[in-house]
Every structure is written in C-alpha cells, then in structure tokens.
C-alpha cells in the first residue's frame, strides 16, 4: 500500500486523457459545421490570422514539450537499459532521428499513391496548411484547366445542336415543323447541358470527399504517435504533462479541420464520420502506449524507450517541416514568431514547476 501511494498509478490519468481528447476534439471539429451559416467560415477562414496564431502556440508548446521533457527522458530510460549501455552511440537522440525519418518516409509514400492516382489538388498540400493554421486554396492556374473544359463541354453541346439543326433545317417544308424543331432542339439542348453539368457536380464532390478522407488520414499519423507518448509516461504528473502538450496542439487542429472539410463541401454526415476518425486516433495511441507499458517492468522498458523516441521524432517533423516551415506567402512572420516564444516559455515555467515539486517530494 506504501508503495502504491508513493508511486500512483497513471492509468486513471490516462484514462480522463483519452476521453478528455476526444469529447473535446469531436466538439471542436464540429463545431465549423454548426456555425458556418452564421459566421461565413467558408470565406473568413482562408487567411485567418487567429487560427495560425494558435497553432503558432501550439508549436512552441510543443517545441518545449519535445526538447525540455521528451528527449531528456528518453536519453534517461534508455541509460537504464542495461543492453543500451555498451553501444557506441547516443540512444536517445538516434531512437528520435530513426522516428523523424519513419514519419518523413510515410508521408512521401503517400504523397507519391496520390500522385500515382491523380488524386491531387492537393491532399497533402492541405494537410500541412491545416497544421500552419490555413485552409488550401488553388492558385488561379490550378483552376484553369477546370473552367476551361466545363466551357469547352458547353461549346462542343452546342456546335453539336446547331449542326443538327441546321442539316435538319434545309429538309423542314413548313413554318410550323420549323417552330417544332427549333422547340425540340432548345429541350434537348437543355437536357444535355443540364445532364453534363450534374455529372460535373457529382465527381467534384466525390472528389471532395476523397481529398477530406485523405487530410483526415494524412494528420491521424501523427496524432496516433503524439497520443502515444501520453500512453508511454509512468507518472501521473508526467501524463497531465504530455496530455497539455498534445490537446494545445490538437484542439486547434480539430477546429481547422472541420473548417477544411466544411470547405471541400462535404455532406454534414460525411464531415462528422471524419472529424470522428481524427477525435479517436489520439485516444487510440495512448492506449496502444497503455498496453506497451503494462506488460511489466522488465519486459516493456525497451519497446517503450523505442516508441518514446519515435515518438520524439514524429513531434520533431510536425513541428519544424509542417508546423514552423516558412512560407512564401506568410504575412504574418514575426507575429508566429512570438507566439511561437510564448508558447515555448509557457511550457518551459510550466517544466520548472513540475521539477520543483519533484524535488520538493523527494
């Protein structure tokens, strides 16, 4: 009992995590859709200053998370490990690299399946600018080319009705089958039109629910491996950590992604099932972490120490290739810039507090 209290159990801890990620990721994301009518989300969110000022925070919240908790943890569990301590080179940091190469590989692999199916503009493109607080939108040129057929498709309906009614035209007798004809052709003409139209319509929001399908999945990889360093740590205190750390970046994700999907015109069923599947992925991996650490002492510490550091690695990736990449078109540099600080400071005081009061117990 002694030892029990002296060494809480973080299963309960993580437990209210996992619920408290998803209840508040499901009422994020779905929260666009609530609104949208309202607010006009659709239009004001493309350049929103607010949203990539808070994912801003969340990247200094988690580049503090990843190299004043992650890394210096890691480097100490695996100097534990007794089949650790002969090697010839640090542990910790190659366990994190081999995670930032894992996660970079994956996205380029699917990266080059949309491009094979041509299921580009541009899940991936989006995918990132939903990290960095934006919602994709095509350049003029990638739009183009759509115009350009749907105007070529009307032009070709109608060459065709006119030369119809034209070889028809030098056969007609009498006024009368020439008001008939010209009647028939103008229907006809509008059914085609109409028919070719809606058949338009109908790819393009099958497209949209592809490229929603695949934002949601592309950004489910990494939040499986951020929920999993929560289900990873053995201390109560260690899991409110983690669990701070991951929801600020998290939250405002679930709210762009409901945003993004909103966007592509997704049916609201479709946008729920969506915004669902990226809710539970968090939960999922902190309980995939859960079952990794429970299995006993002896037998889990090295699978945990590895997933801790690809773990490590993934955080590495998002925040510096997708979270903090500059881009060419950013206004709004310098302020990112601080939040990215203040975000940093607020968890580094918040890690100072934390060590203090360890001490404090000790």
């Known amino acids: 009992m002694e030892a029990s209290e002296e060494n809480p159990s973080p299963l309960l801890a993580k437990c209210v995590a996992m619920v408290t990620l998803f209840t508040i990721s499901l009422i994020l ?20 200053k607010l949203a990539q000022v808070l994912l801003a925070i969340g990247g200094g919240v988690l580049m503090a998370t990843t190299f004043i908790h992650l890394l210096p943890e890691v480097s100490e569990n695996a100097e534990n490990i007794d089949q650790f301590k002969n090697l010839k080179f640090p542990v910790a940091e190659t366990l994190t690299c081999l995670g930032f190469f894992l996660i970079y590989f994956v996205e380029e692999c699917v990266h080059l399946y949309l491009h094979k199916h041509h299921y580009v503009p541009h899940a991936m493109r989006r995918s990132v600018s939903i990290l960095r607080g934006e919602v994709y939108s095509p350049n003029k040129s990638e739009n183009e080319p759509k115009i350009s057929v749907i105007f070529d498709l009307d032009s070709k309906v109608r060459a065709s009705q006119e030369n119809q009614f034209s070889s028809r035209l030098s056969s007609a007798r009498n006024s009368k089958d020439l008001i008939r004809m010209k009647r028939k052709g103008e229907r006809h003409s509008h059914e085609m039109g109409h ?31 951020e929920g999993l360093s929560v289900g990873l740590e ?56 859960i079952a990794i650490s429970s299995e006993g002492a002896a037998s889990s510490e090295i699978p945990s120490v590895v997933m801790q550091g690809f773990a490590t690695g993934t955080l590495v990736y998002v925040i510096f290739f997708e979270i903090l990449k500059k881009s060419e078109m950013d206004e709004h540099g310098l302020m990112k810039y601080v939040a990215v600080v203040v975000g940093f400071l607020v968890m580094f005081f918040i890690t100072v507090l934390l060590s203090d009061d360890e001490d404090d117990d000790d």
């Open 29 to 48: 994301g779905s929260l666009p859709m609530l609104i949208a009518k309202k607010f006009e989300w659709e239009s004001n969110m493309k350049n929103n």
């Open 195 to 225: 028919e070719e139209h809606s058949h338009l319509v109908g790819d393009e929001k099958f497209l949209g629910s592809v490229r929603g399908l695949l934002v949601v999945l592309a950004l489910s990889v990494h939040e499986v491996m």
């Open 234 to 289: 053995r201390k109560p205190k260690n899991v409110w950590y983690m669990f701070a750390a991951v929801g600020a970046h998290k939250f405002i994700i679930a709210f762009c992604v409901g945003v993004e999907l909103l966007s592509c015109g997704i049916k609201k069923r479709l946008i729920f099932i969506y915004v669902f599947t990226f809710a539970v992925v968090s939960p999922l991996g902190i309980a995939i972490g």
